[in-house]
């Protein structure tokens, strides 16, 4: 084990969560060395186990939807309906740092596993909970996925969008906001972790989709009132690209129709750079660009010239001749072609895991390394696999196993 998977060594958690947002916590706190067990229905398993397609996943292909929000755990199929169930997920809390739950308040109270029920058999547990929109509110006992709750209400398909589009908003990716959301959970957790460890107090722990989306987007949402007051009051309209002030912070098609985005804030101090390696030393002085002002003011033909620049040479040229700028600049990449950006592999953000069937597969790492050591990842584990064992670690026998089988409270 590496010192960065050792972080949260003898940290137990115990996840009752389902789909990605709260369970992709659950990832990140493995990653980080606590042991997750996730719970899971005996028959039903998480739903998520089944969201791919045959049809998204090619004969010989993986489960991503599965592995990347699931990977270093153990699961028990433990249905927590039946009164033997129950008891047994009290036995797993009374052993555990922190209880994990995606589940709303009204099926929490129903199946006995709110916060005073499982501080009731552990008074020193963590309890997380990820919710929708909030645990206050009129919306407080509604489900929310990420699309609803936070691409949509939390106001991020619309600041992408713009206002006044004829078109349909901006859709999310797959998981886009549950993924942020997750790590928001972990980040939680461990600062929880931190206070019991200092003041012996536990924590409860409430992350919303809704509340992350507002974060991710505070700087629109901050600026939404002084829009207000110039008779922009439902945001600022997306502007086109020869609107901007700056030209050098702006997207520029190259040759090959791909893009490179150059995010150039010190402009007086980047554009001279920039112009020696564009080979157009000749703008640095041009009476229009000479200053931040004067591009400003002419931003227009500004970004006309740039267009006329860098549809010279394809995406590659460009690359190799930006090498050396000051300035801040990247190729507008698509998902794919991050397997073989030097950075990724160098920074070991795309580990190889084996899968049960001896395949290998690559999935992204949590964005935290301590130490300069990436996190070590493991597989998802298989529907109910660690059943017995865990059991077993609990201090239950065989026979008493075998019972909890006949009756249907464990797979």
């Known amino acids: 084990m590496t010192s960065s998977s050792l972080t949260l060594e003898g940290i137990r958690v115990l996840e009752v969560a389902q789909w990605w947002f709260v369970p992709s916590a659950g990832a990140i706190l493995s990653d980080w060395g606590a042991e997750t067990i996730k719970i899971e229905h005996p028959e039903s398993g998480d739903p998520q186990r089944g969201l791919v397609t045959s049809g998204l996943v090619p004969k010989g292909g993986f489960n991503f939807m599965w592995e990347q929000p699931n990977r270093g755990k153990r699961s028990v199929g433990l249905d927590i309906k039946k009164p033997g169930g129950l008891d047994l997920l009290y036995r797993l809390a009374e052993k555990s740092d922190v209880f994990l739950t995606s589940f709303l308040p009204e099926a929490r109270q129903k199946l006995k596993i709110d916060v005073d029920h499982i501080r009731a058999v552990n008074p020193k547990i963590i309890y997380a909970r990820g919710s929708g929109q909030g645990v206050r509110g009129p919306d407080a006992q509604r489900g929310g996925y990420d699309g609803a709750s936070y691409w949509a209400r939390g106001g991020i398909a619309m600041a992408l969008t713009g206002a006044g589009s004829e078109g349909p908003p901006v859709m999310q990716r797959p998981a886009f906001g549950d993924s942020v959301g997750g790590m928001t959970v972990a980040g939680g957790i461990a600062a929880a972790l931190f206070r019991r460890e200092r003041t012996g107090e536990p924590s409860v722990v409430d992350i919303s989709l809704l509340g992350t989306a507002m974060w991710n987007i505070s700087a629109d949402i901050t600026m939404a009132k002084a829009l207000e007051a110039i008779g922009l009051d439902k945001g600022m309209p ?174």
């Not at 040759?255 to 007086?268: A, F, P």
């Not at 390696?277 to 000479?290: C, G, K, N, T, W």
């Not at 070991?348 to 690559?362: D, I, M, T």
């Open 238 to 411: 997306k502007m086109g690209r020869k609107m901007t002030p700056n030209p050098i912070v702006n997207a520029y098609r190259t040759g090959d129709d791909r893009w490179i985005m150059l995010i150039m804030l010190q402009s007086d101090r980047d554009w001279p750079d920039l112009c020696q390696h564009l080979d157009r030393p000749d703008l640095i002085d041009d009476p229009r660009f000479a200053t931040s002002a004067l591009r400003a003011e002419n931003k227009s033909d500004c970004v006309d010239v740039l267009d006329a620049i860098f549809c010279t040479r394809s995406l590659a040229q460009w690359q190799s001749a930006l090498a050396t700028t000051e300035g801040v600049w990247a190729p507008i990449q698509f998902p794919g072609e991050l397997y073989e950006d030097p950075q990724v592999a160098a920074n070991g953000y795309l580990p190889e895991v084996e899968l049960a069937n001896g395949s290998r597969c690559q999935l992204v790492n949590n964005p935290v390394q301590f130490n300069g050591v990436p996190a070590e990842l493991s597989r998802a584990p298989e529907h109910g696999q660690d059943t017995d064992d865990v059991l077993t670690e609990l201090g239950l026998d065989y026979d008493e196993i075998l019972a909890h089988k006949a009756s249907g409270a464990i797979l």
